[in-house]
């Protein structure tokens, strides 16, 4: 009879226990979106850049190959949209969070960029947004497209 207590203790010490580590390892998971740890930022980050690279600067038949005059008109900020162009957006870079469908509260920054300079075409300098700030972390998708013929990099800094 000791031996048959015995093996029930151990048995049920080991369930306990298993229950606690399983507890330990999957509770914490339970409350991770309701923590700030920038994965969100993330997501908006690549999705920005693909609603760039393939849409708003791109005619709908060639994503990735960005229209010189609509990227021209986009970042000339004057808040006339597209001026008459051809282009899949109604306003430009004068209304950043709006143009891109993001939240006022989050921080982008969008360059067009070749060798880290950013270019300009049209007369335009192709950057849009505040400078990125240096006290937080800032999340950055990037999008080879074609611009004039050439390989650039497309760059949207999130934060």
Not at 17 to 32: C, D, I, K, R, Y
Request: proline share 5%.
């Amino acid at each position: 009879m000791r031996a048959q207590t015995s093996i029930d203790f151990v048995v049920g010490a080991s369930v306990f226990l298993l229950t606690v580590a399983f507890v330990a390892a999957f509770l914490p998971g339970t409350f991770e979106p309701f923590t700030a740890d920038g994965t969100e930022d993330a997501l908006v980050a690549d999705r920005t850049a693909d609603l760039l690279a393939e849409q708003l600067l791109a005619p709908p038949t060639d994503p990735g190959v960005v229209d010189a005059d609509c990227a021209a008109a986009f970042f000339d900020a004057e808040g006339d949209g597209a001026d008459g162009l051809a282009c899949e957006y109604g306003t430009d870079a004068a209304d950043l969070d709006a143009a891109l469908g993001l939240d006022s509260r989050t921080g982008v920054n969008v360059t067009v960029e070749e060798n880290s300079s950013v270019l300009a075409t049209g007369g335009e300098r192709l950057a849009a947004g505040p400078t990125p700030p240096d006290d937080r972390s800032v999340i950055v998708s990037r999008r080879v497209v074609l611009l004039d013929g050439e390989e650039r990099d497309l760059y949207v800094r999130v934060w």
